[in-house]
């Protein structure tokens, strides 16, 4: 682990010595340099002449066609969002004693595939670093097929059971990060808060083809603290529309008793 985070370090070296910005002038010729500053008419820039010395140039706005800012660039002279607000969905995989189906386990919560909707708002202090807040909503199948078999051979009886899901929502809030590269950024984030799980009411019907009977798992919620570390991908479509592709694993321990 040593090895590759030095290969990491040093070959991100290199790149951040090498940066530069760009300017690319109406008459289309284009100027490495490092812009020092702007006002309401000029752009300021550093040089190197070919004796290695800085040369400080200014040029008209009116000549430019475009200024290209390096990512590692300072955050003056150029503009970024300081807030936003997304909606985002996908797909809820449970892991650990909550996927666990061991029907002998009194912490195995037997949960399937979900859905999750997540709705983020964030604002940004610097261009790097700001703050989230997110209210989630989850929901995943609970797979009671173990325990109907189960009922049913002790029975000697068919069993049937009705479809039931873990529904959880929460409330979270952290620091979150942003690396921009262009369009494309990389963003991470470490957020805690409070969620609420339910498990829902499940029915277990037993006939005989004579008799008829059932048995009932009652509806049980709880509260606990929980916390997300994740990160993604965020593609700038304009200056209104993101594309967000995120991976979460959110954590919390719900005490259900017996």
């Known amino acids: 682990m040593r090895t590759i985070l030095l290969a990491i370090i040093l070959l991100a070296l290199p790149a951040a010595m090498l940066a530069q910005d760009t300017l690319v002038l109406k008459d289309g010729r284009t100027l490495p340099c490092k812009i020092s500053g702007t006002d309401s008419a000029n752009v300021y820039f550093d040089t190197y002449s070919r004796n290695q010395k800085i040369v400080h140039t200014v040029v008209s706005k009116n000549n430019i066609q475009e200024i290209r800012y390096h990512p590692a660039a300072p955050d003056e002279g150029k503009t970024y969002r300081t807030s936003s607000f997304g909606i985002l969905a996908g797909i809820s995989l449970p892991t650990g004693e909550f996927a666990s189906d061991d029907i002998n386990s009194e912490d195995a919560g037997m949960a399937g595939k979900g859905i999750n909707v997540t709705a983020v708002f964030k604002n940004y202090f610097t261009r790097n670093f700001g703050l989230a807040v997110k209210a989630f909503y989850n929901n ?119």
């Not at 200056?239 to 995120?246: P, S």
Request: charged share 15%; net charge negative; glycine share 10%.
């Open 140 to 258: 995943n199948l609970w797979v009671v097929d173990k325990l109907g078999d189960q009922i049913s051979s002790m029975l000697k009886m068919p069993v049937t059971n009705n479809t039931v899901k873990y529904i959880s929502f929460g409330f979270l809030t952290g620091p979150e990060l942003l690396l921009p590269v262009d369009k494309l950024s990389v963003n991470g984030h470490l957020l805690c808060g409070y969620a609420h799980l339910t498990e829902q009411e499940v029915t277990f019907a037993i006939s005989s083809g004579i008799n008829y009977g059932w048995i009932k798992f009652g509806k049980i919620s709880r509260g606990a603290f929980m916390s997300d570390f994740g990160g993604g991908l965020v593609y700038s479509v304009n200056e209104n529309w993101n594309l967000t592709a995120n991976v979460d694993y959110l954590s919390g321990t719900f005490d259900f008793n017996n």
